[in-house]
Nanobody, 126 residues
């Protein structure tokens, strides 16, 4: 069982930056992949980024490439999402997810991930 807690959300102006953190409890974080999803207001949850268990492989949705960076520190049981050049369309509730053995072709599907945090709100103003 993995318990996840996100932090770092807030209100920021367009062009600004935020860093989200996802702290995990449980012994399996270091052997599990991690992802960030977001749910814009009135829309379905969507994939943002993912990283494999050791941080060597990353995946991003096209709209955040070059602006967001996913990373992890297994010694701290924590994952991160550095968000730069934020846009109003980045607004939403951001969730981290953890699971193991998810094939790369499925990482963008929220249904593939078993463990979720409670979410943190990110609001980007114009």
């Amino acid at each position: 069982q993995v318990h996840l807690v996100e932090s770092g959300g807030g209100l920021v102006q367009a062009g600004g930056s935020l860093r989200l953190s996802c702290t995990a409890s449980g012994p399996t974080f270091g052997t599990s992949g991690m992802a960030w999803f977001r749910q814009p207001p009135g829309k379905e949850r969507e994939f943002v980024a993912a990283v494999n268990y050791n941080g060597e492989n990353t995946w991003y949705t096209d709209s955040v490439k070059g602006r967001f960076t996913i990373s992890r520190d297994n010694a701290k049981n924590t994952g991160y999402l550095q968000m730069n050049s934020l846009k109003p369309e980045d607004t939403g509730v951001y969730y981290c997810a953890v699971d193991d053995n998810i094939p790369p072709k499925l990482i963008s599907r929220s249904s593939a991930w078993d463990y979720w945090g409670q979410g943190t709100q990110v609001t980007v103003s114009t």
